[in-house]
């Protein structure tokens, strides 16, 4: 079989070495600095800015001002051909989108992850150069989907995300995944002025499941 597998740049390798996409999404982004620190403090070292979060442009360029350059930050919800430049131009490091459109894929400088729900989706934006392909919403689909997948489509880097309980981060991993996508699961009520002891304490719950899933 021929290996067309997507080497990983030096961003997804960050990605795929923190296990973990932290997704921040709330009505507005007043509260992300103070949960991005937590979450790279206790070893969550990927974050994903949602577009949908009111001054969430401003709220990504402060986070690669104010976190390490270990801690990969990349935009969400990524639609269309203007979202992508202004994430790029507010220092986004990485691109992700529910949705699979390669025309898109093609206009970005930085890595982009598409969504895909289908193994037909998976394989066209693996073709089309996706280092990381997102498959959402994952927990309708389970790890198994992933495992079955794999067998034909070992080559393709995915990255589960939608409905991922903390719980479920190791079955993802036994599957193949190579990182997962955690959004309320593991930020909670901490995006909208909730407790940083409790987030912290989620977050090296999160760390600790990677680490048993990859020992």
Sequence with gaps: MTDDSVPLDAVSAAVVESG???ILRAPTADYFAAVADVLATNGVTALEVTLTSRGALEALAGLRRQLPSSVAVGAGTVLTADDAKAAVDAGAE???SPVLDVDLMGLTTVPFYPGTSTPTEMYAAHRAG???VKVFPAAGLGPDFLRNVRGPLPQINVMPTGG????DIADWLFAGARSVGLGGPLVGDSVVGGSLTALAARARHAV???AFARS
């Design 164 to 167: 991922i309980k903390i719980e």
């Design 20 to 22: 973990i996409v932290a």
């Design 94 to 96: 990485f691109l992700v």
């Design 130 to 132: 996706a280092p990381l």
């Design 208 to 210: 600790s499941a990677v």
